[in-house]
């Protein structure tokens, strides 16, 4: 079982940066590959970038360029740094684990992943 706890959300400008953190408990957090999503008010939850337990990261086309998805494994965290922030970023973000993930075809499939967060709220301001 793997708990997680996502923080770091909060209110900015359009053109700021925040950096969304998600701590895991646990300690195989190393052999889990970890996602982000997203889910806006009236709109699917979508992809935003997954890392692989071997640091491989991918990207959703809207925020690539500008998101960087990390991983300590001694604190058994990921990071989202956000930046360049846009309006149409905002939403309710949700840090996800799994360890059966198949990378290649299914990283960014919600249904992919075991564990979800509870989700941190951000608010992209125009």
């Known amino acids: 079982q793997v708990q997680l706890v996502e923080s770091g959300g909060g209110l900015v400008q359009a053109g700021g940066s925040l950096r969304l953190s998600c701590a895991a408990s646990?300690?195989?957090?190393?052999?889990?590959?970890m996602g982000w999503f997203r889910q806006a008010p009236g709109k699917e939850r979508e992809f935003v970038s997954a890392?692989?337990?071997?640091?491989?990261?991918v990207y959703a086309d809207s925020v690539k360029g500008r998101f960087t998805l990390s991983r300590d494994s001694a604190k058994s965290t990921v990071y989202l740094q956000m930046n360049s922030l846009k309006p149409e970023d905002t939403a309710v973000y949700y840090c996800?684990?799994?360890?059966?993930?198949?990378?290649?075809?299914?990283?960014?499939?919600?249904?992919?992943?075991?564990?979800w967060g509870q989700g941190t709220q951000v608010t992209v301001s125009s």
């Open positions: 646990g300690r195989t957090f190393s052999s889990y590959h």
């Open positions: 890392i692989s337990w071997s640091r491989s990261t």
């Open positions: 996800a684990a799994t360890r059966t993930l198949t990378w290649r075809t299914d990283y960014e499939l919600g249904s992919a992943y075991d564990y």
